[in-house]
Nanobody, 120 residues
Framework: QVQLVESGGGLAQAGGSLRLSCAAS????????MGWYRQAPGKQRELVADIISDGSTNYADSVKGRFTLSRDNAKNTVYLQMNSLKPEDTAVYYCNTIVRDYRGSRSSFWGQGTQVSVSS
């Protein structure tokens, strides 16, 4: 089992910044993918950004140039730096990871979610 502990989030004004952190703990062999999704009221959950094992990153078009995802492999932690925030970034942000266990099986885990609210 893998636990994801999220921190950060909160309230920001448009144009401001926030930083989210997500730390993975538990028993696993390796992390294949780790990143953030978000879900706004009445909308489907969508990918914000993720980083795969080789270090390459993917970003939603709506956040490119504003958000930066980084990781600390030693801490099994990813950080989402969110700059130039817009009201449309308001959502619950969920950390997600896909890990491989010692038998070679892959599993996906979700954090509990953290609210990000951006006022205009």
């Amino acid at each position: 089992q893998v636990q994801l502990v999220e921190s950060g989030g909160g309230l920001a004004q448009a144009g401001g910044s926030l930083r989210l952190s997500c730390a993975a703990s538990g028993i696993f062999f390796s992390i294949n993918v780790m990143g953030w999704y978000r879900q706004a009221p009445g909308k489907q959950r969508e990918l914000v950004a993720d980083i795969i094992s080789d270090g390459s990153t993917n970003y939603a078009d709506s956040v490119k140039g504003r958000f930066t995802l980084s990781r600390d492999n030693a801490k099994n932690t990813v950080y989402l730096q969110m700059n130039s925030l817009k009201p449309e970034d308001t959502a619950v942000y969920y950390c997600n990871t896909i890990v491989r266990d010692y038998r070679g099986s892959r599993s996906s885990f979700w954090g509990q979610g953290t609210q990000v609210s951006v006022s205009s």
